[in-house]
C-alpha cells in the first residue's frame, strides 16, 4: 500500500508538469493550428532564465519574471517569425518551429555551457511535508502540484469568464466576424502565442530545479508533448490534462517496477539458463520498458481512436 500511495502521488506530479507543457501547446495549436516543435525550447529557457534571476534576487522573484520573459521571447517568435511565413502555409510555420529549436539549444550552450547548472530548490521549500507511512513526501514537489493546478484553474477561468477569453475563443471559430467587429485577430494570435511559451516557462521553472537544468532538458520532454497532445486529443485541454496524468502515472509506476516475465517463471520453478534472444527478452524488465510505454499508448490510440481520448479543436 505505501509503494502504490507514494508512487501515485509522484505520477500525479510528473503528470500535473507534464500538463503545464502541454496546456500551453494546445492553447497554441487550438488558436492557430501551428505545431510549435520549438515548445520545449521555451520551457528549458524558463528553467534557465528563472536559474540566472534566482541567482540575483531569489526564487520567489525567479518564479514570476522567468514565465514573462518566455512569453516576451514567443512573442517575439510570433510577430517577426510565424506572422511572416503564415502566408506559406503550416509546413513553414513547422519548419520555423523547427529551425528555432535547434538555435534555442545552440544559444544556451553558447551562453550557460553544455554542463547542468545548480539551480537549487528553495530552502523554504526543503524538506519533508507529510509522511505515507515510512515514506516522506517533498514539500517542493507538492508545491509544483499547486502551481500545476492553480495554472489549470486559471487557465480553465480566464476561458470562459473573461472577455478576453471569450475574445480567444471567438478567434477560434470566426476570425473575420471578429477582425470586423474591430478586433486586431493577428495581436490576438501573438497574445495566445506567448501565452502558451509562457506557460512552457513557467513549467521550466518550477521544474528546472526539481529536475536537470540542462541543455538536452528540451529533447527529453519534447517528444512526451507531442503523445500527450496526440494521445489526448489536438486542441483539447481536457484530453491534455488526461493524457499527462495517465502517462505520468503508468510511466512513474513503470519505472518502479523490476519484475519481468522470468520472474514469473521463475516463481513457478522454471529457470532461464541459457542467452538466446527469446530468454533475453523474457528477462526484459518493466523498468526497461518504461520509456517506449507512452509511444506505445501513442500508437494504440491512432489505431484504436485516431481522434484521440477527447479530440477536437475546441477550447
Given at each position: 500500500?505505501?509503494?502504490?500511495?507514494?508512487?501515485?502521488?509522484?505520477?500525479?506530479?510528473?503528470?500535473?508538469?507534464?500538463?503545464?507543457?502541454?496546456?500551453?501547446?494546445?492553447?497554441?495549436?487550438?488558436?492557430?493550428?501551428?505545431?510549435?516543435?520549438?515548445?520545449?525550447?521555451?520551457?528549458?529557457?524558463?528553467?534557465?532564465?528563472?536559474?540566472?534571476?534566482?541567482?540575483?534576487?531569489?526564487?520567489?522573484?525567479?518564479?514570476?519574471?522567468?514565465?514573462?520573459?518566455?512569453?516576451?521571447?514567443?512573442?517575439?517568435?510570433?510577430?517577426?517569425?510565424?506572422?511572416?511565413?503564415?502566408?506559406?502555409?503550416?509546413?513553414?510555420?513547422?519548419?520555423?518551429?523547427?529551425?528555432?529549436?535547434?538555435?534555442?539549444?545552440?544559444?544556451?550552450?553558447?551562453?550557460?555551457?553544455?554542463?547542468?547548472?545548480?539551480?537549487?530548490?528553495?530552502?523554504?521549500?526543503?524538506?519533508?511535508?507529510?509522511?505515507?507511512?515510512?515514506?516522506?513526501?517533498?514539500?517542493?514537489?507538492?508545491?509544483?502540484?499547486?502551481?500545476?493546478?492553480?495554472?489549470?484553474?486559471?487557465?480553465?477561468?480566464?476561458?470562459?469568464?473573461?472577455?478576453?477569453?471569450?475574445?480567444?475563443?471567438?478567434?477560434?471559430?470566426?476570425?473575420?466576424?471578429?477582425?470586423?467587429?474591430?478586433?486586431?485577430?493577428?495581436?490576438?494570435?501573438?497574445?495566445?502565442?506567448?501565452?502558451?511559451?509562457?506557460?512552457?516557462?513557467?513549467?521550466?521553472?518550477?521544474?528546472?530545479?526539481?529536475?536537470?537544468?540542462?541543455?538536452?532538458?528540451?529533447?527529453?520532454?519534447?517528444?512526451?508533448?507531442?503523445?500527450?497532445?496526440?494521445?489526448?486529443?489536438?486542441?483539447s485541454l481536457a484530453g491534455a490534462l488526461?493524457?499527462?496524468?495517465?502517462?505520468?502515472?503508468?510511466?512513474?509506476?513503470?519505472?518502479?517496477?523490476?519484475?519481468?516475465?522470468?520472474?514469473?517463471?521463475?516463481?513457478?520453478?522454471?529457470?532461464?539458463?541459457?542467452?538466446?534472444?527469446?530468454?533475453?527478452?523474457?528477462?526484459?524488465?518493466?523498468?526497461?520498458?518504461?520509456?517506449?510505454?507512452?509511444?506505445?499508448?501513442?500508437?494504440?490510440?491512432?489505431?484504436?481512436?485516431?481522434?484521440?481520448?477527447?479530440?477536437?479543436?475546441?477550447?
Open positions: 500500500m505505501e509503494f502504490a500511495l507514494v508512487t501515485l502521488l509522484n505520477g500525479l506530479s510528473y503528470g500535473l508538469i507534464l500538463f503545464m507543457l502541454s496546456a500551453g501547446f494546445t492553447l497554441i495549436f487550438s488558436m492557430m493550428g501551428v505545431l510549435n516543435f520549438a515548445h520545449a525550447s521555451f520551457y528549458m529557457l524558463g528553467a534557465y532564465f528563472a536559474y540566472e534571476i534566482s541567482r540575483r534576487a531569489g526564487f520567489w522573484v525567479a518564479l514570476g519574471l522567468a514565465p514573462l520573459l518566455a512569453g516576451a521571447l514567443g512573442a517575439l517568435v510570433e510577430r517577426f517569425g510565424l506572422r511572416s511565413v503564415h502566408r506559406y502555409g503550416h509546413v513553414a510555420e513547422l519548419l520555423l518551429t523547427f529551425g528555432l529549436s535547434f538555435v534555442v539549444v545552440e544559444a544556451v550552450q553558447l551562453v550557460w555551457g553544455r554542463a547542468a547548472v545548480p539551480y537549487a530548490i528553495p530552502g523554504a521549500l526543503q524538506g519533508a511535508l507529510f509522511k505515507v507511512y515510512n515514506t516522506s513526501f517533498p514539500a517542493y514537489r507538492a508545491f509544483m502540484m499547486l502551481v500545476a493546478v492553480l495554472m489549470m484553474l486559471a487557465l480553465v477561468l480566464g476561458l470562459r469568464r473573461t472577455r478576453f477569453g471569450l475574445v480567444i475563443q471567438a478567434a477560434l471559430s470566426q476570425p473575420q466576424m471578429l477582425q470586423a467587429l474591430g478586433h486586431n485577430v493577428p495581436r490576438v494570435f501573438m497574445a495566445a502565442f506567448a501565452g502558451g511559451c509562457a506557460l512552457a516557462g513557467l513549467a521550466g521553472a518550477i521544474a528546472g530545479n526539481a529536475f536537470i537544468t540542462e541543455p538536452h532538458m528540451a529533447a527529453t520532454v519534447g517528444s512526451i508533448i507531442f503523445v500527450i497532445v496526440v494521445v489526448g486529443g489536438l486542441g488526461l493524457a499527462s496524468l495517465l502517462i505520468g502515472v503508468v510511466q512513474t509506476f513503470a519505472v518502479s517496477i523490476d519484475h519481468s516475465p522470468a520472474t514469473l517463471l521463475a516463481a513457478v520453478g522454471y529457470t532461464l539458463q541459457d542467452s538466446t534472444p527469446a530468454h533475453a527478452v523474457l528477462r526484459t524488465t518493466v523498468s526497461d520498458v518504461a520509456p517506449v510505454l507512452p509511444y506505445l499508448l501513442l500508437v494504440l490510440v491512432l489505431v484504436v481512436r485516431p481522434r484521440g481520448l477527447l479530440g477536437t479543436r475546441e477550447l
